[in-house]
């Protein structure tokens, strides 16, 4: 390793190290070429800036995580999250879109303490948990207990939820099913990781179907629509959220039927176990 002095710029050049420690309180990145630190931005041996992945803080004890690209949801509308700045626990962020109160200007930035923020989150929640009013859909025509029996045997449910919705959709969940999510992180039936664009909990059930006459078969309620392509989906929360009312549960649901049987009505049990025997 050699210290490389340029007119104002000092280059740090590294022949082929494992690891390296970027600044304080920063991540860990994997580097395998030879590469050199600029005023403080790492590049490759083509002077590429090296991609780093971006930053995130948990602030406890609330459990909220913020990622730099993630947006969230506040008092104020739907900020993004530019940057995280760990020494003095503030992130910058800026508002696009969906904007809520009329004294924040769409593309300016603000500092928040995220302290504040996750606090704010904590009891939005909590105020949520205890007044969440689920809609759900009222089933009653036989065919739409085929359909469920149907997705019992074939389906899988997907939960995909954003930091900001951490307490409320687990409350929900459980309050549905007795179930906890975090038996369902190992299958990634649940996850709180992925777009930093989520904002909203998205419920999807995935499923194939023996042939086009059961898919034409399938009674959904009005407004519930089968997407198509390698797989079958239905992307509904209040279509999902009637499922864990009839005993569906995250993930494949082919070992639950005897939770949904007795949620059924009795004459509504040979056209569910129709629709759950298929071949």
Do not use: C
């Not at 104002?8 to 690891?19: A, E, G, T, V, Y």
């Not at 042939?211 to 198509?228: K, W």
């Amino acid at each position: 390793m050699k210290m490389i002095k340029t007119g104002s710029k000092n280059i740090l050049q590294m022949n082929k190290i494992d690891w390296m420690r970027i600044g304080l309180k920063t991540k860990w990145l994997k580097i395998s070429q030879e590469t050199e630190l600029i005023d403080g931005v790492l590049y490759d041996e083509n002077l590429n800036p090296v991609i780093q992945p971006p930053k995130s803080f948990t602030v406890q004890p609330y459990n909220i995580t913020f990622t730099e690209g993630q947006t969230y949801e506040n008092y104020y509308g739907f900020p993004t999250v530019l940057k995280i700045h760990e020494d003095n626990g503030t992130m910058d962020v800026s508002y696009q879109d969906q904007i809520k109160n009329p004294s924040v200007l769409r593309g300016n930035q603000y500092t928040y303490k995220m302290i504040d923020q996750a606090k704010s989150i904590h009891r939005e929640n909590l105020s949520q948990e205890s007044n969440a009013k689920i809609k759900t859909f009222n089933l009653t025509e036989a065919d739409e207990f085929f359909t469920l029996g149907l997705l019992a045997k074939r389906g899988f449910i997907l939960a995909e939820v954003p930091p900001s919705q951490a307490v409320r959709f687990p409350a929900i969940y459980n309050k549905l099913t007795g179930d906890d999510v975090r038996n369902h992180i190992q299958d990634q039936s649940y996850k709180t990781e992925g777009n930093p664009k989520w904002w909203s909990t998205s419920l999807r059930i995935f499923f194939d179907a023996p042939s086009p006459e059961f898919l034409n078969r399938m009674n959904l309620p009005e407004g519930v629509t089968i997407s198509h392509g390698e797989k079958n989906r239905i992307s509904n929360n209040e279509y999902i959220y009637t499922l864990f009312r009839y005993g569906f549960l995250l993930g494949a649901n082919e070992n639950n039927i005897q939770r949904m049987l007795p949620k059924a009505p009795s004459d509504a049990i040979d056209v569910f176990n129709t629709g759950f025997n298929l071949r």
